[in-house]
Structure formats: structure tokens, C-alpha cells
């Protein structure tokens, strides 16, 4: 990979990362007390779900490596305090809301393929429609994806399929646990997927550079 698709793809690889949460289902019960209210009043308390309740299924976790992913944790929170969030602030004192904005739709209209690709590849073709309409649109009239005009239209809100989800929709389990040096808790499924995800998007930028007569093969002359 040449040292311009390496700079072009680096501030892309945040365009890939998914955050996701999870807790438990809150049991709705007549508070116990209520005996002690006036007539007809009642209102509701909010417990922790039972042991064996299906709302703490979140807390079944695979991690047979939980030496090495807590040591990974720990290195990826002193980065996190000591290089992300210095780098993040900086980022956001030098450069005004507007350009942070064109910046990250810039680079979220990029993923809109691979997100049609995906969506493909899991037969969901209302996905696809979507994703390469708002591509198309983005892309012509708001200037390279800078400006998000797509999601200006309620019937093209963006997607998200990746090569994670592709895989767990043909089968593929999730398997262990595993902390991500630097991008965070995930697993051995989705961390290859993050990996196809970059070479999806490694091909595309690539075709793009070839539809606009870019040669990326040339080395660079210094001589010059």
C-alpha cells in the first residue's frame, strides 16, 4: 500500500468503528410498600432481573484469554488518557463544527459501498438501494460526500452492515472475547471482519482512484 492510499485510509478507519450497548431489561413490579399509600395509588420499582433470567444473557461472555484482554484494556485506557483524548481535543480546538463535519461525512459516504456490498452479500435489497442512492447522491450533489444531503430524506437513513454482521449472517459464531489494541472490546469474528472491512474499503478507494485517472502505482520522485 503506497504512502498516499496510507494517508487516505487512516482517518478512514474511524469512519468503521460501531458502538453498541447493552443492559438489563428492566422488570416493571408493584412496589411491596405500596400497602402503606393511600387507596388506588400504586407505582412501580425497578429491580435487578433474577438469576437465570434471560435479561442477564448479556452477562454470558466467552473470554477464555481474560489475562491478555485486560492487560490490553489497560494499555488501551492509558492511550486512551494520554495520546486519543489530547488528540481529540486538539482536533476540535484547530478545526471549527463545519469542517469536523464535512470531514466525517466525507468519510462516511465512502463506507456507503461497502455497506451496499454487505447488504448484498446478506440479501437485504432495500439496504442496498439505499446505500447506493445515498452514494450517488452524496457524492454528486454534496460535493465528494462532504455535505450529508441524503439524509435529508427520511426514506434514506444510513445504513450499517459490515463484514462482522456478514459473517455472523452465514453462520459464523462470534467466538471469544477479545480487546482490540487500540479500537476497544470486540471478538475474534468481528475483528476479522474489522480487517475485511479495510480491505473492502482499501479496493474502493483504489477503483475510485483508477475512474479518475489517479495512478497510485507511481513512486514518488524526489529528485524532481
Avoid at 3 to 17: E, G
Avoid at 60 to 74: A, G, S, T
Avoid at 110 to 120: H, I, V
Avoid at 195 to 207: I, N, P, R
Wanted: aromatic share 10%.
Amino acid at each position: 500500500m503506497n504512502a498516499r492510499l496510507t494517508t487516505f485510509l487512516l482517518p478512514a478507519v474511524l469512519v468503521l468503528l460501531f458502538t453498541s450497548g447493552c443492559g438489563p431489561k428492566v422488570v416493571d413490579v408493584t412496589d411491596p410498600q405500596a400497602g402503606l399509600s393511600p387507596p388506588e395509588f400504586r407505582t412501580t420499582v425497578h429491580h435487578w432481573p433474577e438469576a437465570g433470567s434471560q435479561s442477564l444473557r448479556f452477562l454470558d461472555i466467552y473470554d477464555p484469554w481474560e489475562p491478555m484482554n485486560r492487560n490490553l484494556y489497560e494499555v488501551n485506557a492509558t492511550l486512551d488518557k494520554y495520546v486519543m483524548l489530547p488528540a481529540a481535543n486538539a482536533y476540535k480546538l484547530v478545526l471549527p463544527a463545519p469542517v469536523r463535519s464535512g470531514v466525517k461525512n466525507f468519510f462516511a459516504n465512502l463506507n456507503e459501498l461497502p455497506t451496499a456490498l454487505n447488504s448484498l452479500l446478506q440479501g437485504r435489497f432495500k439496504k442496498v438501494a439505499i446505500s447506493f442512492s445515498r452514494f450517488l447522491i452524496n457524492s454528486s450533489f454534496g460535493l465528494l460526500g462532504v455535505r450529508d444531503l441524503a439524509s435529508r430524506n427520511d426514506k434514506l437513513p444510513r445504513q450499517n452492515e459490515d463484514v462482522g454482521q456478514t459473517l455472523g449472517y452465514w453462520g459464523l459464531g462470534p467466538g471469544p472475547y477479545f480487546v482490540m489494541p487500540i479500537l476497544g472490546p470486540s471478538n475474534v469474528r468481528d475483528t476479522v471482519g474489522f480487517g475485511g472491512d479495510l480491505l473492502v474499503l482499501y479496493v474502493e478507494v483504489e477503483m475510485l482512484y483508477q475512474a479518475a485517472g489517479v495512478e497510485t502505482q507511481t513512486p514518488l520522485d524526489l529528485t524532481d
